[in-house]
C-alpha cells in the first residue's frame, strides 16, 4: 500500500485547528504528504504545512487564550464585516515569512470565492498570504480581500473540500479531513478558561452589544440575522461537502463533528488539535481493518 498521500483540508473556522492533529498522527504512521489543497482555515493549516513550519505553528496556536485572540481581532465598524483580519495575518507572518505558493516544499493549492462574479477562483502560485487572506473570508465576519476590482471571500461558499484542486501523483492515496462532519458531536475535557479571562469575556459581551441587532445576547440559538446567515451558509457547505465526497469518494475519510467545537472557539487550538488527532487514530484503525 502506497504510504504517499494528496492531503485535501476543508474549511471550518477555528475547528480547522483540528487539520494540525491530523497532519501529526498521519506523519507518525508513516504517510508521506506529497500534495495538499486546502479551503479556509484548511488552506491556512495547509499553507503552513508547505512551508515546513508547522511545528512552530502549533507550538505557538496551543498558547492562545482569550486575551490573546482578542488582540489579533482588529474589530471595524464596516458594512462589508466587523473584521478586518490584518492582525492575525500579520502574526502568522512572524512564524512563517512571506513567500510565493510556487517556491513551497510541495504542490499547494488554496481555495476562494470571487463574490463579484460568482465563481470559484484557486491560487496554486504568488503570494502565499494573500491566497490565505482570500480563503479565510468568512461572509459577514470577516472583511473580503480587495484584489483589483475583484472581492474575495471565504472558498467554503463554493469549494469546502477542495478534492479536485489537490494535485495528484501516480499511486497516491487521496486523505480528507472534514471538519464539518454532521457525525455526533464528541464529548470533550476542556478546561474552563472563563473564571481567569472575566475582563476579557466582559470586553466580548462590549462587541456584541455594539452588534445586538444581529447578534442574539442570550439566546445563542436564537435565529438571529448572524445565526441565521452562519447556519445557512453551513447547510449549503454541507450539501456541497457530501455531493462532493459522493463523488470523488476519499481513500481515507477523517471526520471531526461540525458540533465538537464552534468555528469562533479560537482559544481552544489545544483541545481542537487534540480532537483531531483522536479522530485521524480512529480513521486509520477503520482503515487499516479494511485494507
Known amino acids: 500500500m502506497s504510504k504517499n498521500i494528496a492531503l485535501v483540508l476543508s474549511s471550518g473556522g477555528a475547528r480547522g485547528f483540528a487539520h494540525v492533529g491530523a497532519i501529526k498522527v498521519l506523519e507518525q504512521n508513516g504517510f508521506n504528504i506529497t500534495s495538499v489543497a486546502g479551503t479556509s482555515m484548511g488552506a491556512v493549516v495547509g499553507g503552513v504545512f508547505a512551508t515546513g513550519q508547522i511545528q512552530h505553528f502549533e507550538e505557538w496556536l ?59 477562483v484557486y491560487f496554486t502560485k504568488g503570494s502565499l498570504f494573500e491566497a490565505l487572506r482570500a480563503s479565510i473570508s468568512i461572509p459577514t465576519v470577516l472583511q473580503p480581500l480587495k484584489i483589483g476590482n475583484l472581492f474575495f471571500v471565504d472558498g467554503g461558499l463554493m469549494n469546502p473540500i477542495p478534492v479536485n484542486r489537490v494535485k495528484r501523483h501516480d499511486g497516491d492515496l487521496l486523505v480528507v479531513v472534514d471538519v464539518n462532519s ?110
Not at 485572540?69 to 471595524?76: A, G, I, K, N, P
Not at 483580519?85 to 510541495?106: M, S
Request: proline share 3%.
Open 182 to 291: 454532521p457525525e455526533l458531536k464528541i464529548s470533550h475535557n476542556v478546561e474552563n478558561q472563563h473564571n481567569h479571562n472575566r475582563k476579557y469575556i466582559k470586553k466580548i459581551i462590549e462587541i456584541q452589544s455594539k452588534f445586538s441587532n444581529i447578534i442574539p445576547e442570550r439566546d445563542k440559538d436564537h435565529i438571529g440575522v448572524f445565526n441565521l446567515t452562519n447556519r445557512s451558509i453551513y447547510t449549503m457547505m454541507r450539501k456541497i461537502s457530501e455531493l462532493t465526497l459522493e463523488k470523488c469518494q476519499p481513500d481515507l475519510l477523517i471526520n471531526i463533528s461540525h458540533e465538537s467545537f464552534n468555528i469562533f472557539d479560537f482559544y481552544k487550538a489545544k483541545e481542537i488539535i487534540q480532537e483531531g488527532e483522536r479522530a485521524t487514530w480512529a480513521a486509520l484503525e477503520d482503515f487499516v481493518e479494511v485494507c
Open 62 to 120: 496551543i498558547t492562545l487564550d482569550i486575551m490573546e485572540v482578542l488582540r489579533l481581532t482588529d474589530f471595524s465598524i464596516s458594512k462589508k464585516g466587523f473584521v478586518k483580519g490584518k492582525k492575525i495575518i500579520e502574526k502568522i507572518k512572524e512564524i512563517v515569512p512571506e513567500r510565493n505558493i510556487e517556491d513551497l516544499l510541495i504542490p499547494f493549492c488554496a481555495v476562494a470565492t470571487d463574490i463579484i462574479n460568482g465563481r470559484e
